[in-house]
């Protein structure tokens, strides 16, 4: 797993020589965090409308939603910074709906959490910013100055203690932020939006930085973000968030594979390769005269492709061609999809075939019509 060239040393150890406490458990599946029914609205909007979720000790989850769809409220009533309106915040056996403020601060030291715009002091040095949290729980001097150097060396930083915020690139920015997040030791890390800010090259460094600790210390690492590609490259299960409900939850690649609701396949049409511009460019909205239908269909064993194209090609109505066909790995799994065009022969036949193709492969896509 990718580190900073100087980072070899294995990222538990650093944290154990640092006094690190709950943070490098055992990947397992039992749940650290349970959202019960979580409801939560500001006057007339509702921003969580009955959100349940079950998150395993050691599992990245990633929350996926367009803007507006209640992912910054979520993830800020896991560490009670968002007050509910009702339902249950479970952290590590601890429902945090019934903690006074005392309590609830001693939960929050098992949180750790990274920021869109890294919130970092400008007038304190990376040491310092990566301390300000073990300051303010009154650890000593000398075992602050052990942790940051750690943490720091974790991280790839470990030559920046001195330098201040305003002389680093975006990408060392976000890694004092996730220093920082890990410097009271959490057993779960936050990520809101956490990568959004940066470019596409950085984005995977930290995203690469955050699988290493999710693999190494077990972490668990909750992340929100807009983008699929985010997902597909470090998250385990991924739930669909929209209009305050979760409407599509499960495996990264199942969800790539078999996207069962259409903000999902929108989600996911910028990670999934295109169709060839000149098909695209030929592709109406509209039926055409004579024309043909295009129609996608999405992963499935090899066999079931085949009762699929055996179905078409045994109806003489259909003339079905096959015009675009991928195949990826996501986690182990092939996904994939497989575009074909069958003669356009009206709106009941049309509904009739995808009836009968969704029945053998779960999802299928119309995306658009062509010229026969």
């Known amino acids: 797993m990718w580190l900073p060239d100087p980072v070899r040393q294995p990222a538990a150890a650093i944290l154990e020589a640092a006094g690190a406490r709950g943070i490098s458990e055992q990947v397992s599946t039992t749940p650290i965090l349970r959202l019960e ?18 998150i395993g000790r050691g599992e990245v989850f990633g929350i996926i939603g367009r803007s507006g769809a209640g992912k910054s409220t979520l993830i800020r009533t896991i560490n009670a910074l968002e007050k509910i309106d009702s ?65 720091l060396e ?46 596409p090259e950085t984005t995977l460094s930290i995203l690469r930085l955050l699988k290493d600790l999710k693999e190494t210390l077990g972490v668990t690492i909750v992340l929100i973000t807009h983008e699929m590609s985010v997902i597909r490259e470090i998250c385990d299960r991924v739930a ?28 996911l049409r910028n990670v999934r390769p295109p169709l060839p511009q000149s098909l695209q460019r030929e592709i109406s909205p509209h039926p055409i005269p004579a024309g043909r239908t295009l129609l996608r269909i999405g992963s499935m064993e090899h066999d079931q492709y085949g009762t699929v194209l055996a179905r078409l090609t045994a109806d003489p109505r259909w003339h079905a061609r096959v015009v675009h066909a991928e195949v990826d790995q996501i986690a182990g799994h092939p996904v994939g999809t497989l575009t074909f065009s069958v003669a356009y022969r009206g709106e009941p036949a049309l509904q009739e075939l995808l009836a009968a193709i969704a029945s053998e492969s779960g999802e299928i896509e119309v995306l658009g019509h062509v010229n026969g």
């Open 37 to 54: 029914s979580l409801h939560r609205a500001f006057g007339a909007v509702v921003a969580l409308d009955g959100v349940s979720l079950e």
């Open 87 to 151: 339902g249950r915040v479970v952290v590590d056996g601890e429902d945090l709906t019934l903690l006074n403020e005392a309590g609830l601060n001693r939960v929050r030291r098992k949180i750790g959490m990274i920021f869109q715009h890294f919130n970092l002091l400008a007038m304190k040095t990376v040491f310092e910013n990566v301390e300000l949290p073990l300051k303010l729980a009154g650890q000593d001097r000398l075992s602050r100055a052990q942790r940051v150097e750690r943490l």
């Open 154 to 199: 974790l991280v790839g930083l470990r030559d920046k203690a001195g330098t201040y915020p305003s002389k680093l690139s975006g990408g060392q920015k976000q890694r004092v932020g996730i220093a920082r997040a890990l410097a009271s030791g959490p057993s779960l890390l936050l990520s809101d939006e956490a990568t959004s800010a940066l470019d």
């Open 240 to 267: 669909v968030l929209d209009h305050g409900r979760i409407v599509e939850q499960g495996t990264v690649w199942q969800v790539f594979g078999h996207p069962r609701t259409d903000l999902a396949r929108r989600l």
